[in-house]
């Protein structure tokens, strides 16, 4: 099993900046990928952003140029810095674990339980 827990969120006014980790702990794989995923009131839960093991990353279109997804390998930590904030940025952003390695906006194994990012106008 493998535990995933994040911080960093909170709230924040537009066009500020946050920065969200993402701590995994538990069972270890030689590879993996990691990618950040939120979910608004109301809405479902979107992919935001991916890395896989070998630094290849991924962006939905709505946050490129704004938000940077990188990794830490040592200390099994995936970040998400966010600038330029917006309202609909609003939601509680999740960091999930993808066990193979391969860089994909879909078929996460694990999830951690969110950490909520508030964009007040």
């Known amino acids: 099993q493998v535990h995933l827990v994040e911080s960093g969120g909170g709230l924040v006014q537009a066009g500020g900046s946050l920065r969200l980790s993402c701590a995994a702990s538990?069972?270890?794989?030689?590879?993996?990928?990691m990618g950040w995923f939120r979910q608004a009131p109301g809405k479902e839960r979107e992919f935001v952003a991916a890395?896989?093991?070998?630094?290849?990353?991924y962006y939905a279109d709505s946050v490129k140029g704004r938000f940077t997804i990188s990794r830490d390998n040592a200390k099994n930590t995936v970040y998400l810095q966010m600038i330029l904030l917006k309202p609909d940025d609003t939601a509680v952003y999740y960091c999930a674990y993808r066990t193979d390695g391969i860089l994909s906006r879909n078929d996460y194994h694990y999830w951690g339980q969110g950490t909520q990012v508030t964009v007040s106008s």
């Open positions: 890395i896989s093991w070998s630094g290849g990353t």
């Open positions: 538990g069972r270890t794989f030689s590879s993996y990928a």
